[in-house]
């Protein structure tokens, strides 16, 4: 088996990853993007299922995605909801908690009041430009797929976010994709099996940008866990 020298390299890729809402235009190269999902689908799965399947977006294809979408936003057309429900349909504690923590940290970081409709829309768009990423990722699952895969598929996730930390790269995992799922089919060609899990951008953070200076808290272990027989 191999032995791992040091972990430190990986600690720091971990502990240093933020969800970054404003990149810089600096290209990313393919091969570069190639490498980080090569080493995410290390991830593991069950029976070796290797669940996800993914799209890698640059340039005018990552335009005409961004376009088709935001479109969509823009026409406030009804009943874009997602294949399957990433949140509860009622929030509860500590969870509610936690959810409105970071969305007034990030409206605070970047100026927007409470009660201001308009810039919170305008913010939720950005989403949908791939927070001025270059590279754009999205990510589906086939259907007839259980509750496992799904388990294992953030394992993936969580291996790109962390190889590209590794490589001086942010990310921004983003399950609000999903609920524009018909207007990304055609421009993907999205086979009729293929749920979106989500989307992701990847480039360089902008260090100037204020709301990539917010970091949210995390409760520690001894708050979530019993630990027993040590």
Known sequence: MMEISSSGAVDRAIASRRSIRRFLPTPVPREVVETILDLA????????????????LAGEEK?????????????????HTQEVRYYPEAFFEPYLSRRRTVGWGLYGKLGI???????????????????????????????????????????????IMTAARARGLDTCAQAAWSHYHLAIRPVLGLAAEEVVVCGMALGYADPDAPENGLETERVTASAFTAFRGF
């Open 113 to 159: 009041a409470r009660g201001d409709e308009a810039k919170m829309r305008a913010q939720h768009r950005r989403n949908f430009q791939f927070f001025d990423a270059p590279v754009g990722l999205m990510f589906t699952i086939h259907r007839d797929l259980a509750t496992g895969s799904w388990l294992d598929y953030g394992m993936f996730l969580q291996n």
């Open 63 to 79: 335009d005409r995605l961004c376009a088709a979408v935001q479109a969509e936003f823009d026409a406030k057309t009804p009943g």
């Open 41 to 56: 689908a290390r991830a593991p799965s069950g029976t070796n299922m290797q669940p996800w399947r993914g799209y890698a």
